[in-house]
T-cell receptor, first 116, second 113 residues
Framework: AQKVTQAQTEISVVEKEDVTLDCVYE???????LFWYKQPPSGELVFLIR??????QNEISGRYSWNFQKSTSSFNFTITASQVVDSAVYFC?????????????FGQGTELSVKP | KAGVTQTPRYLIKTRGQQVTLSCSPI?????VSWYQQTPGQGLQFLFE???????NKGNFPGRFSGRQFSNSRSEMNVSTLELGDSALYLC????????????FGPGTRLTVT
């Protein structure tokens, strides 16, 4: 069975603080893909990043960075110098390869609140 | 490029009625997936269509159905609505099936009274 766990339900930080959102996944597939999405109050899910299981390189995009560790089945997301506009619900998702097609399995989401 | 569009954006229906939601994918995208989002269950996969064929189905009753047209546009239908069907229904499109990022529409907020 495939599963994604985001243990942090809510996180509150003050602007300019760094914050890390945790994501742990379970899968028996050897090939799989991991994603992060952002859902601002407007409701539309916004794609942030995709990682395949063979690429463990960390990724940095501006203030965002992602740490993928197969040994601990984790794909954590860090926002550096957070801003009020980062306030949203963030979802980690997993997609297997075999017999899964494009099905995304989402974690429960972490609601991030960045206060000025 | 225009994003994924969904119509209608809001819908109020009565128990027992049926409803059809529409989704237009990003131009060139051939895969369309549907998800249900509720506060209690989170984001759950409904089904996926690729080249007019349902390729994958989530764990939902047969009252939930869908289809995809030759232009990749998709519709989903819910018959005999129940109160528990109240949710945000999200459509997503992608270039292909396996491993591609999915781009989501704004959703249809369905309220069943």
């Amino acid at each position: 069975a495939q599963k994604v766990t985001q243990a942090q339900t809510e996180i509150s930080v003050v602007e300019k603080e760094d914050v890390t959102l945790d994501c742990v996944y379970e899968t028996r597939d050897t090939t799989y893909y991991l994603f992060w999405y952002k859902q601002p109050p407007s409701g539309e899910l916004v794609f942030l990043i995709r990682r395949n299981s063979f690429d463990e390189q960390n990724e940095i995009s501006g203030r965002y960075s992602w740490n993928f560790q197969k040994s601990t089945s984790s794909f954590n997301f860090t926002i550096t110098a957070s801003q009020v506009v980062d306030s949203a619900v963030y979802f980690c998702a997993l997609s297997g390869v075999y017999n899964q097609g494009g099905k995304l399995i989402f974690g429960q989401g972490t609601e991030l609140s960045v206060k000025p | 490029k225009a994003g994924v569009t969904q119509t209608p954006r809001y819908l109020i229906k009565t128990r027992g009625q049926q409803v059809t939601l529409s989704c237009s994918p990003i131009s060139g995208h051939r895969s369309v997936s549907w998800y249900q989002q509720t506060p209690g269950q989170g984001l759950q996969f409904l089904f996926e269509y690729f080249s007019e064929t349902q390729r994958n189905k989530g764990n939902f009753p047969g009252r939930f159905s869908g289809r995809q047209f030759s232009n990749s546009r998709s519709e989903m239908n819910v018959s005999t609505l129940e109160l528990g069907d109240s949710a945000l229904y999200l459509c997503a499109s992608s270039l292909g099936q396996v491993g591609y990022e999915q781009y989501f529409g704004p959703g249809t907020r369905l309220t069943v009274t």
